[in-house]
Protein backbone atom coordinates (compact mmCIF):
# COMPACT_ATOMS: atom_id res chain seq x y z
CA UNK A 1 0.00 0.00 0.00
CA UNK A 2 1.24 3.09 -0.84
CA UNK A 3 1.10 6.26 1.14
CA UNK A 4 -0.03 9.19 -0.65
CA UNK A 5 0.96 12.59 0.54
CA UNK A 6 -1.48 15.35 0.79
CA UNK A 7 -0.75 18.48 -0.68
CA UNK A 8 -0.48 21.32 1.31
CA UNK A 9 -3.68 23.92 0.48
CA UNK A 10 -2.22 27.69 0.55
CA UNK A 11 -3.84 30.30 1.82
CA UNK A 12 -6.35 31.73 -0.58
CA UNK A 13 -5.30 35.37 -1.88
CA UNK A 14 -6.90 38.08 -1.00
CA UNK A 15 -8.59 39.83 -3.70
CA UNK A 16 -6.85 42.96 -4.59
CA UNK A 17 -9.15 46.04 -4.68
CA UNK A 18 -9.99 47.23 -7.74
CA UNK A 19 -10.74 51.02 -6.25
CA UNK A 20 -8.18 53.30 -7.00
CA UNK A 21 -7.15 55.77 -3.70
CA UNK A 22 -9.05 59.22 -3.88
CA UNK A 23 -6.17 61.51 -4.33
CA UNK A 24 -5.72 65.16 -6.30
CA UNK A 25 -2.67 67.54 -6.52
CA UNK A 26 -3.42 71.50 -6.91
CA UNK A 27 -1.38 74.25 -7.41
CA UNK A 28 -2.79 77.82 -7.75
CA UNK A 29 -0.73 80.78 -8.71
CA UNK A 30 -2.49 84.21 -8.60
CA UNK A 31 -0.49 88.00 -8.68
CA UNK A 32 -1.60 87.62 -4.92
CA UNK A 33 -0.71 84.17 -3.53
CA UNK A 34 0.97 80.65 -4.46
CA UNK A 35 -0.80 77.65 -2.65
CA UNK A 36 0.79 74.18 -3.44
CA UNK A 37 -1.52 71.27 -2.03
CA UNK A 38 -2.16 67.59 -1.84
CA UNK A 39 -4.56 65.24 -0.54
CA UNK A 40 -5.66 61.69 0.00
CA UNK A 41 -9.09 61.27 1.51
CA UNK A 42 -8.53 57.44 1.88
CA UNK A 43 -6.01 58.71 4.48
CA UNK A 44 -5.18 58.70 7.94
CA UNK A 45 -5.35 62.47 8.93
CA UNK A 46 -1.45 62.86 8.35
CA UNK A 47 -0.86 67.02 7.78
CA UNK A 48 1.70 69.35 6.79
CA UNK A 49 0.39 73.00 6.77
CA UNK A 50 2.16 75.94 6.40
CA UNK A 51 0.39 79.17 5.03
CA UNK A 52 2.09 81.47 7.19
CA UNK A 53 -1.45 82.37 9.45
CA UNK A 54 -0.64 80.30 12.23
CA UNK A 55 -4.09 80.33 13.55
CA UNK A 56 -5.43 79.18 10.02
CA UNK A 57 -3.29 76.35 10.41
CA UNK A 58 -3.78 75.03 13.31
CA UNK A 59 -7.50 74.84 11.73
CA UNK A 60 -6.13 72.88 9.09
CA UNK A 61 -4.68 70.47 10.80
CA UNK A 62 -7.86 69.96 13.92
CA UNK A 63 -9.80 69.66 9.73
CA UNK A 64 -7.14 67.25 8.65
CA UNK A 65 -7.02 64.81 11.77
CA UNK A 66 -10.49 64.75 12.45
CA UNK A 67 -11.34 64.00 8.48
CA UNK A 68 -9.06 60.93 8.06
CA UNK A 69 -8.21 63.35 5.33
CA UNK A 70 -4.04 63.32 4.44
CA UNK A 71 -3.46 66.77 3.61
CA UNK A 72 0.03 69.04 2.93
CA UNK A 73 -0.44 72.63 2.06
CA UNK A 74 2.07 75.15 1.59
CA UNK A 75 0.70 78.64 1.24
CA UNK A 76 2.23 82.01 0.62
CA UNK A 77 0.56 85.29 0.34
CA UNK A 78 0.09 88.95 0.62
CA UNK A 79 -0.23 88.90 4.10
CA UNK A 80 1.57 92.16 4.81
CA UNK A 81 -1.46 94.05 3.40
CA UNK A 82 -3.85 91.30 5.26
CA UNK A 83 -4.34 87.42 5.34
CA UNK A 84 -7.93 87.36 3.29
CA UNK A 85 -6.54 86.17 -0.04
CA UNK A 86 -4.13 83.89 1.82
CA UNK A 87 -7.19 81.85 3.76
CA UNK A 88 -9.44 82.43 0.35
CA UNK A 89 -7.15 81.06 -2.24
CA UNK A 90 -6.69 77.80 0.31
CA UNK A 91 -10.12 77.36 0.92
CA UNK A 92 -10.36 77.28 -3.28
CA UNK A 93 -7.44 74.74 -3.55
CA UNK A 94 -8.48 72.49 -0.93
CA UNK A 95 -12.58 72.34 -2.62
CA UNK A 96 -10.96 72.35 -6.06
CA UNK A 97 -8.76 69.36 -4.69
CA UNK A 98 -11.66 67.20 -3.24
CA UNK A 99 -14.14 67.70 -6.01
CA UNK A 100 -11.48 66.03 -8.00
CA UNK A 101 -10.56 63.59 -5.87
CA UNK A 102 -13.92 62.45 -5.50
CA UNK A 103 -14.23 62.05 -9.47
CA UNK A 104 -17.58 61.09 -10.10
CA UNK A 105 -18.65 60.60 -6.64
CA UNK A 106 -19.51 57.38 -7.40
CA UNK A 107 -20.15 54.94 -4.19
CA UNK A 108 -20.05 57.79 -1.64
CA UNK A 109 -22.76 58.48 1.74
CA UNK A 110 -22.80 62.00 0.42
CA UNK A 111 -24.28 63.50 3.67
CA UNK A 112 -22.94 64.44 6.38
CA UNK A 113 -23.61 66.07 9.76
CA UNK A 114 -22.09 66.69 13.53
CA UNK A 115 -22.36 68.51 16.18
CA UNK A 116 -18.82 69.09 18.27
CA UNK A 117 -18.30 70.71 21.50
CA UNK A 118 -15.27 72.47 22.74
CA UNK A 119 -15.58 73.82 26.72
CA UNK A 120 -18.70 75.90 26.66
CA UNK A 121 -19.62 75.99 22.39
CA UNK A 122 -20.93 73.80 20.38
CA UNK A 123 -21.07 73.76 16.87
CA UNK A 124 -23.50 71.60 14.54
CA UNK A 125 -21.81 71.21 10.83
CA UNK A 126 -24.44 69.60 7.80
CA UNK A 127 -22.84 68.59 4.15
CA UNK A 128 -23.74 67.31 0.98
CA UNK A 129 -21.92 65.88 -1.53
CA UNK A 130 -24.57 66.48 -4.08
CA UNK A 131 -22.87 69.19 -6.34
CA UNK A 132 -24.86 71.90 -5.62
CA UNK A 133 -22.59 74.68 -3.94
CA UNK A 134 -24.56 76.54 -1.39
CA UNK A 135 -23.86 78.33 2.01
CA UNK A 136 -25.60 78.89 5.22
CA UNK A 137 -22.68 79.89 7.83
CA UNK A 138 -24.10 81.45 11.49
CA UNK A 139 -21.33 81.41 13.97
CA UNK A 140 -22.16 84.62 15.69
CA UNK A 141 -18.93 85.15 16.59
CA UNK A 142 -18.97 88.67 18.65
CA UNK A 143 -14.96 89.23 18.63
CA UNK A 144 -13.66 90.27 15.49
CA UNK A 145 -10.14 88.33 16.24
CA UNK A 146 -8.46 85.26 17.57
CA UNK A 147 -5.42 86.86 18.27
CA UNK A 148 -4.01 88.09 15.24
CA UNK A 149 -6.64 86.00 12.82
CA UNK A 150 -9.79 87.61 11.83
CA UNK A 151 -12.91 86.22 12.82
CA UNK A 152 -14.76 86.81 8.97
CA UNK A 153 -12.46 84.84 7.70
CA UNK A 154 -13.68 81.66 8.92
CA UNK A 155 -16.80 82.83 6.53
CA UNK A 156 -14.46 83.25 3.73
CA UNK A 157 -12.50 80.29 3.83
CA UNK A 158 -16.15 77.80 4.26
CA UNK A 159 -17.41 80.35 1.32
CA UNK A 160 -14.57 79.01 -0.97
CA UNK A 161 -14.23 75.53 -0.30
CA UNK A 162 -18.19 74.87 -0.51
CA UNK A 163 -17.81 76.83 -4.09
CA UNK A 164 -15.24 74.94 -5.35
CA UNK A 165 -15.91 71.49 -3.87
CA UNK A 166 -19.60 71.63 -5.25
CA UNK A 167 -20.74 70.95 -1.84
CA UNK A 168 -23.91 72.04 0.34
CA UNK A 169 -22.41 73.47 3.50
CA UNK A 170 -24.21 74.64 6.49
CA UNK A 171 -22.53 75.75 9.66
CA UNK A 172 -24.48 77.07 12.93
CA UNK A 173 -23.36 77.66 16.41
CA UNK A 174 -25.33 76.42 19.28
CA UNK A 175 -24.26 78.54 21.73
CA UNK A 176 -20.75 79.15 23.01
CA UNK A 177 -19.02 82.68 24.30
CA UNK A 178 -15.07 82.41 23.40
CA UNK A 179 -14.41 83.17 19.82
CA UNK A 180 -11.34 80.21 19.31
CA UNK A 181 -14.05 77.81 21.27
CA UNK A 182 -16.05 77.93 18.71
CA UNK A 183 -14.35 78.87 15.58
CA UNK A 184 -12.02 75.44 16.73
CA UNK A 185 -15.21 73.48 17.17
CA UNK A 186 -17.07 74.53 13.86
CA UNK A 187 -13.54 72.84 12.30
CA UNK A 188 -14.46 69.98 13.74
CA UNK A 189 -17.75 69.43 13.17
CA UNK A 190 -16.81 70.28 9.60
CA UNK A 191 -14.26 67.66 9.68
CA UNK A 192 -16.73 64.85 11.51
CA UNK A 193 -19.73 65.67 9.02
CA UNK A 194 -16.93 65.27 5.75
CA UNK A 195 -15.55 62.12 7.10
CA UNK A 196 -19.09 60.95 6.94
CA UNK A 197 -19.90 62.28 3.70
CA UNK A 198 -16.91 60.85 2.21
CA UNK A 199 -17.24 57.59 3.42
CA UNK A 200 -17.12 54.97 0.40
CA UNK A 201 -20.74 52.43 1.25
CA UNK A 202 -20.18 49.12 -0.72
CA UNK A 203 -24.28 49.03 -0.70
CA UNK A 204 -24.16 52.32 -3.15
CA UNK A 205 -24.16 51.40 -7.13
CA UNK A 206 -22.89 54.32 -8.63
CA UNK A 207 -23.54 57.72 -7.41
CA UNK A 208 -26.30 58.51 -4.57
CA UNK A 209 -29.26 60.47 -6.73
CA UNK A 210 -32.33 59.67 -8.13
CA UNK A 211 -31.11 61.87 -11.20
CA UNK A 212 -27.75 59.54 -11.70
CA UNK A 213 -25.97 61.96 -11.40
CA UNK A 214 -23.70 64.48 -8.78
CA UNK A 215 -22.42 66.95 -11.49
CA UNK A 216 -24.74 69.66 -10.77
Do not use: W
Not at 52 to 70: I, K, N, W
Not at 80 to 103: N, P, S, Y
Not at 104 to 129: K, M, N, Q, W, Y
Amino acid sequence: MTAVKAKKKGSPKKKASTRARRRARVRRETSETSVSLALDLDGVGRCSVDTAVPFFDHMLETLARHSLVDLSIEARGDTGVDDHHTVEDVGLALGQAIDEALGTRSGIVRFGHAEVPLDEALVAVTVDLGGRPFLVHDLRVRHHRVGEFEVDLVNDFMQALMSSARMNLHVNKRYGRNPHHIIEAAFKALAKALKEALALDPRVRGVPSTKGTLKA
